[in-house]
């Protein structure tokens, strides 16, 4: 029969085994805590519409989008990754050093000069479908942010044009946006002067309409359920 000291000793044991366990549970919650407590990590590529063409980098797409998200209570940064004339195979060929690793989600515009420039639109469809193909493989998830070809650049080219957002979106399982200009294209009051480049007062309208699409994005990415 083990001795009172045995027992008492047994049961000192087990008390330190009990909060041992109990501080590593505790440790773990902290983890936990600050592991949430991370922003989450936007990048926005694209070209000079929501990189903020002649704008100050805080009335810029990215910038009056964190601004927004902020107001809603979302803790995210919003890094911009525009560069002013990109076509979309330019995109494709800065991917990988413009989406540092660790991004959490992608917000893709590309197109718009592919349009102006009558580029073929297969060679369109070629690199943004590259650039989706490549972030998948990162297991980056992308947002996709569609264009609208000018009317002026005739009936099938605009037909072609126009059917790559939604074609490769089905294609690679990702949310879209249908058109990153929807309520300030052709608009005069919420345009630059040269009738192409949203104002800030124009951002402000592309992030409002743009907002509960990022807002569902976000609710989607892995581990934000």
Known sequence: MPSSADYQSARRFRLRLIGAFAAFLALCGLFGAAHAAEPLRLVVFG????????????????AQLAAALKAKGHDVS???????????S???????????????????????????RGIDPDVTRKALAGILARLAQRKIPV??????????MGRDFT?????????????????????????????????LADGMHPSPEG???????????????????????
């Not at 070209?47 to 990215?62: C, E, M, R, T, V």
């Open 78 to 88: 919003v890094a911009n990754a525009g560069v002013s004339g990109d076509t979309a």
């Open 159 to 191: 037909a072609r044009f126009n059917a790559i957002y939604g074609d490769l979106a089905r294609d690679y399982d990702v949310p879209l946006y249908p058109f990153f200009l929807e309520g300030v294209a052709a608009n005069p009051a919420l345009l």
């Open 90 to 116: 330019a995109g494709l060929e800065r991917l990988d050093w413009s989406i540092p690793d660790g991004t959490n989600g992608v917000i893709l515009e590309l197109g718009a000069n592919d349009a102006l």
């Open 47 to 62: 070209d000079s519409l929501s990189a903020g063409y002649q704008l100050a980098a805080d009335k810029a797409f990215p």
């Open 203 to 225: 951002v402000a309208v592309i992030v409002k309409n743009i907002l509960p699409a990022v807002e569902a994005f976000l609710a989607a990415l892995p581990g934000r359920h």
């Open 143 to 152: 947002l996709l942010a569609g264009m609208l070809a000018p009317p002026n």
